[in-house]
C-alpha cells in the first residue's frame, strides 16, 4: 500500500472509531484514547492525522459532504423534490450520521458545516446564493425546516421511507 493509501486508511479507521465511541459514550465524553482504541490505532498515530477529536468529526463530515458536492456537481440543475429527496437519502446512507446528529454539540457544528456545504452545492449547479434578502430568507428557512425535519426523522427511528420523507417536506413547503 502505498503512503497516500495508507494515510487515508489512517484517517477512515479513525473516523470509523469516532463514530463507534460516540455510540458507546457520547460524543462529549468520548476522549482521544477511546478513538484510538475503537480505531486500533496508537495514540501516536491519531496525532499524526488530527489535533484533537472535533478535528476528526471534521474531517467526517468533510469526506462526506464531498460525497454531496461531487453528486450535485454532476447531476447538473436538480429540482427541489430532488434534492430534498437526496437529502433524505443521504442521512439514510450515512448509517454512522444518526447516532453522531443525537449529540447536541456535533449537532451545532453539523449544521454549521451544513450551512456552508450548501452554498457550494448551490453554486456547484450553476447557480449563486442572492444576496437579495428575500432569496436569503427563503432559503434559510428551507434549510432550517428541513433540518428540523431531518432531527425529528433521526430522533423517531427513521421509520419513514426517504421517499415519504420527500413528500412530507415537499408538501410542507408546497412545491413540486
Known sequence: MNREKQVLESR??????????VRTKGYAAVSVSD????AGVSRTTFYRHFAAKRDVLLSLFGRISGEVLDEAASAGQPDFRTLVRRRFAFVAEHPELPALLS?????VLFHE?????SN????AVGTQPSPDSQAAFAREFYLGGT?????????????ESVDEMTAIVVGLIGRT
Open 103 to 107: 449529540e447536541p454539540e456535533v449537532r
Open 113 to 117: 458545516l451544513r450551512r456552508q456545504v
Open 12 to 21: 477512515r479507521l479513525i473516523e470509523e472509531g469516532l463514530v463507534r465511541a
Open 35 to 38: 478513538i484510538a482504541v475503537e
Open 147 to 159: 433540518d428540523a425535519v431531518t432531527d425529528a426523522w433521526i430522533r423517531g427511528g427513521m421509520i
Open 120 to 123: 457550494r452545492v448551490v453554486r
